[in-house]
């Protein structure tokens, strides 16, 4: 079952002609941007802006979504607009509790966008900056649960296949700590399926890969045929970093690995923790990160199987409920609040406006909102060590809970 609307006007954006549109991103909120109310920047990456927006239909319907508008320069290159169409619609056939559902596609002055389901929470990208500013320590269990819950992601995207069964050949290509969104509902979810694919047909792109290079397969960085594999190893650094709490390939301040480390793939043993079964968890680890690709896991599934099996003897399988109570416990209340009250504010002014016109797109004599919008503040309850413990239910029992949680969680240099 696909959700995807393409928008009339996005069927032609590949015939559009770059000289009679001149896209301008306007950064005014609250405006409109077609049948979005787009009232908080929640996100900025090197391609796009992601703002939190209520669609709002012709008859009045509403929901919340997070609206990905491309930068004005790839808005306007044809074969990248080609290319995400082509993406996006192989991508919206991912239904799957662990995939960012795509909602619709557009294109809206001259701006291609991307409307998907809106995750309340951060990305694992800031989670560790959290818990490395705050000396947070991230429970080893709720680290086990954030790869598995990836996995399963991928591993339904890379089995997905047409009517007939034929695989669909969907590879993710940019599983990375900021695709990876987790919801204060204790949810993992991937996104941006697709996107590094139509990058890589950009021809700015330089012959560069698309993805990011710190967390890239040596056959990628070679700009190598990809397969699923692909994506395995890039989960094998993730997993890596979270079981050393550093970075594997670390890069000095301001830049990115180099492509040459990525292609080079030497992978330093990981600490000794003291955790149960440990070395059948760097076994893991280790072949997810083979340098050859017949080496490693064969398959997303391999390596959700392997992981779940040892995240369960080692008695360090999570629930979504625990990690939901420790994210928000650790940072979700101040930030849910903010969002609420800007949620009311948007829809005050939603309510005091007179009814969309047809056609309009952008409203500028808008009143701003009380805060700066888009930079979510530091919590107030950062600092300290994590207190989750599975089974204190007893003094005695917590006690060995505080113990194992000195060994089972670790404190991050993520910065
Ligand atoms: N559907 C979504 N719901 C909530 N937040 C999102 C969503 N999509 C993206 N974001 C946020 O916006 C940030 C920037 O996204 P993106 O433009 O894809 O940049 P990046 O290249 O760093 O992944 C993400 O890291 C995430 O925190
Ligand atoms: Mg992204």
Known sequence: MTHLRLTAKTRDVSTVDPEAVEPEASDELPRWFGHFFLYDQIGEGGMARIYLARSQTELGAER?????????????????????????????????????????????????????????????????????????????????????????????????????GKPLGIVHRDVSPSNILLSFEGEVKLCDFGIARALSAEPSADDEPAGKSGYMSP???????????????????????????????????????????????????????????????????????????????ASAHD????????????????????????????????????????????????????????????????PPLDQPLGVVSAPATAGGFATHSKTASAPAAAAVAVLLLAVASLAYIFV
């Open 303 to 366: 390596m959700l199987e392997d992981l779940e099996r040892y995240a369960e003897e080692a008695e360090l399988a999570a629930s979504p409920l625990r990690f939901r109570d420790w994210l928000n416990e650790h940072f979700g209340r101040d930030i849910v609040a903010q969002r609420r009250a800007r949620e009311r504010h948007a829809r005050e002014l939603l309510d005091s406006l007179p009814p969309r016109s047809p056609g309009r797109t952008s409203s500028p004599s808008f």
């Open 64 to 164: 919340q979504v997070a609206v990905k508008q491309i930068l004005p320069m790839l808005s306007r290159s044809e074969s990248f607009g080609r290319k995400l169409i082509e993406e996006a619609k192989l991508c919206s056939q991912l239904s799957h509790g662990n995939i960012v559902q795509v909602m619709d596609l557009g294109r809206e002055d001259g701006l291609l966008y991307i409307a998907m389901e809106y995750v309340e929470g951060f990305d694992l990208r800031e989670l560790l900056r959290r818990c490395s500013r705050g000396r947070i320590s991230l429970p080893i269990e709720f680290s086990l649960a954030v790869v598995i819950e990836t996995l399963r992601a991928l591993d339904f995207a890379h089995r997905l296949g047409d009517e007939s």
């Open 219 to 297: 056959e990628a960085a070679l700009g190598k045929e990809l397969d699923g594999r692909a994506d395995v190893f890039c989960v094998g650094i993730i997993l890596w970093e979270l079981l050393a709490g550093r970075r594997l390939y670390k890069a000095p301040k301001g830049s990115a690995p180099s492509l040459e480390r990525a292609a080079l793939a030497e992978i330093p043993s990981l600490p000794i923790r003291g955790l149960a079964q440990e070395t059948q968890l760097h076994e893991i680890v280790m072949r997810s990160l083979s340098r050859a690709v017949d080496e490693r896991y």
